[in-house]
């Protein structure tokens, strides 16, 4: 079976993990060349390809049958468009874009034109979030009733993240909130597996800067009547909360469980809890090619890969991609208005 040959559309810190991945792990794949950003010819030298002046004229190339978007969000959706036009698979970075609207033309062009769109939601591939995914499809703590998630960093996080990612300034760009809380809201709707219905949130900023949502706490209905708080938050005084940059508690008929994807994953049933799996560490910020970081990334490139030579649809598609920026978006909405916000939206 023929490589899927990879365009890579970023050159920043994302980027050079799909580089990396693509390059060395992923089966089935061969990187072709690189465009966006002023560090692509820096990345393309470092793994020995082309870096492409123009990202329109990387889409276009007849060598090219894949892109992974690895841009900011504000850009997906016509990066998206113009990979569709081509002919082009596509997989998207999360957020898959900044509102519905955008991600249903996305999913409409791609549709039209006969190729895949898979969004990146690394966070159902790590081997912990694996683990709790399976404790809860074989009845370990019996029906899920409630949920809670939080994403809590302090202050210095929040700093230094938008003087790295200044687009999250850009009023284009869902900003940092919808950066973290897609994760969360695509892991809610996974591990529920059924559809939000109704969304109820507060969202303010308590810090002396400018951008908006730097605090939000929402309430999500479920139409198998599961409920569900999440809390996203870049304001936390220091030392912050232990354990809490992705972290969830479940609790089911008979049992609860509690984790955070990259620490600890404790299961409580028959009135004790145990630690039930402790995943590897690895320092993302000094190491970002530690193969430990990495292997979620290549389980999600590996999927979309197999899906294109396989001809069929990837296991993360437009619309799963559209169910999480649906949630955030209805964040927004219900902060704004102060009303509940019933989904679907528009």
Not at 69 to 97: G, N, R, S, W, Y
Not at 100 to 113: D, R, W, Y
Not at 154 to 175: C, F, H, I, Q
Request: proline share 6%; aromatic share 8%.
């Amino acid at each position: 079976m023929a490589d899927v040959r990879i365009g890579l559309v970023g050159s920043g810190y994302m980027a050079l993990t799909y580089a990396e991945a693509i390059a060395k792990y992923v089966k089935g794949a061969r990187l072709g060349a690189i465009a966006g950003g002023r560090r692509a010819p820096v990345l393309a030298a470092e793994y020995g390809v082309e870096a492409v002046p123009e990202v329109e004229s990387l889409i276009r190339r007849s060598d090219i049958d894949a892109v992974v978007l690895a841009t900011p969000d504000q850009f997906h959706h016509e990066e998206t468009l113009q990979a569709a036009a081509a002919h082009k698979h596509v997989l998207v970075e999360k957020p898959m874009a900044p509102a519905v609207a955008q991600c249903n033309e996305m999913i409409a062009a791609c549709q039209s034109a006969g190729v895949n769109l898979a969004v990146v939601k690394t966070e159902r591939y790590r081997d912990l979030t694996l683990r709790v995914k399976k404790l809860i499809e074989e009845d370990a703590i019996g029906q899920v009733s409630m949920l809670r998630t939080g994403s809590f960093f302090p202050d210095t996080v929040r700093k230094e993240l938008l003087s790295s990612r200044l687009w999250y300034a850009d009023p284009r760009s869902g900003g940092l909130f919808l950066s973290m809380a897609s994760h969360n809201a695509d892991f809610l709707l996974w591990l529920i597996g059924s559809a939000a219905k109704r969304v109820y949130a507060q969202m303010q900023t308590y810090s002396a800067i400018d951008p908006p949502r730097m605090s939000t706490m929402a309430n999500i209905a479920f139409e198998n009547g599961v409920m569900a708080d999440m809390w996203i938050s870049t304001e936390i005084p220091a030392p912050g909360f232990p354990e809490s940059e992705f972290c969830f508690q479940i609790v089911g008929r008979k049992g609860i469980i509690d984790f955070d994807a990259y620490t600890h994953l404790d299961l409580g049933a028959e009135g004790q809890w145990k630690r039930d799996f402790t995943p590897p560490q690895f320092d993302y910020l000094k190491n970002p090619k530690s193969p430990v970081r990495l292997e979620p990334h290549v389980r999600v490139v590996q999927e979309f890969v197999s899906s294109v030579q396989e001809n069929r649809p990837p296991e993360v598609g437009g619309e799963a991609g559209r169910a999480a920026v649906e949630i955030c978006e209805a964040c927004v909405i219900s902060a704004r208005t102060g009303n509940s916000v019933t989904l679907p939206l528009s």
